[in-house]
T-cell receptor, first 116, second 114 residues
Framework: AQSVAQPEDQVNVAEGNPLTVKCTYS??????LFWYVQYPNRGLQFLLK??????LVKGSYGFEAEFNKSQTSFHLKKPSALVSDSALYFC??????????????FGQGTTLQVKP | EAQVTQNPRYLITVTGKKLTVTCSQN?????MSWYRQDPGLGLRQIYY???????DKGDVPEGYKVSRKEKRNFPLILESPSPNQTSLYFC?????????????FGPGTRLTVT
């Protein structure tokens, strides 16, 4: 079965420092991977995706993610964190097993706390 | 502005009282979906719709109904809500097709069933 794991419930980082939010996945075929961010009282916003091609993908707000097939990971990164990056982050994988259902399988979410 | 809207945003109700959460999108998307978000579980799909009059169950459909009579609207119906349906609900939409990846989410509806 397809699954996504985010091993950290919360990540704390000081403003200006690099940040990493971890994600590992399990899929039967080629993974389509996504990161979404949820700010308080808001819906999920798309950050970036990996479908094919370069292992390092760049997204919105200065975020990037590195796809590592051998480690089945898709960690979210940012070189210099901002206080405004504090939010709940979800990793998701496209359900390829059901072809065109469009279903996203989400991880549990990781709260990012950036302190001034 | 391209968006997905949901109403109401917050709802407190009692067990057994039928309710409907509306979802509407203005992007002419064929695909729409409902998710529920629970702490420690992420988002789980309830129902989805590939187009008008075409709906199917997701991972957690029990206790829910949907309808898709118009392309822009995809209401979620709880015929007899129970406390275990207390959750944060999100509607999402996207263009149909394998080559379309980004889903657009509504702001969420926080439902409490007492």
């Amino acid at each position: 079965a397809q699954s996504v794991a985010q091993p950290e419930d919360q990540v704390n980082v000081a403003e200006g420092n690099p940040l990493t939010v971890k994600c590992t996945y399990s899929v039967s075929g080629n993974p389509y991977l996504f990161w979404y961010v949820q700010y308080p009282n808001r819906g999920l916003q798309f950050l970036l995706k990996y479908i094919t091609g370069d292992n390092l993908v760049k997204g919105s707000y200065g975020f990037e993610a590195e796809f590592n097939k051998s480690q089945t990971s898709f960690h979210l990164k940012k070189p210099s964190a901002l206080v405004s990056d504090s939010a709940l982050y979800f990793c998701a994988v496209r359900d390829g097993g059901s072809s065109n259902t469009g279903k996203l399988i989400f991880g549990q979410g990781t709260t990012l706390q950036v302190k001034p | 502005e391209a968006q997905v809207t949901q109403n109401p945003r917050y709802l407190i109700t009692v067990t057994g009282k039928k309710l409907t959460v509306t979802c509407s999108q203005n992007m002419n998307h064929e695909y729409m979906s409902w998710y529920r978000q629970d702490p420690g579980l992420g988002l789980r799909q309830i129902y989805y719709s590939m187009n008008v009059e075409v709906t199917d169950k997701g991972d957690v459909p029990e206790g829910y109904k949907v309808s898709r009579k118009e392309k822009r609207n995809f209401p979620l119906i709880l015929e007899s809500p129970s406390p275990n349906q207390t959750s944060l609900y999100f509607c999402a939409s996207k263009v149909k097709g394998l080559s379309s990846y980004e889903q657009y989410f509504g702001p969420g509806t926080r439902l409490t069933v007492t």
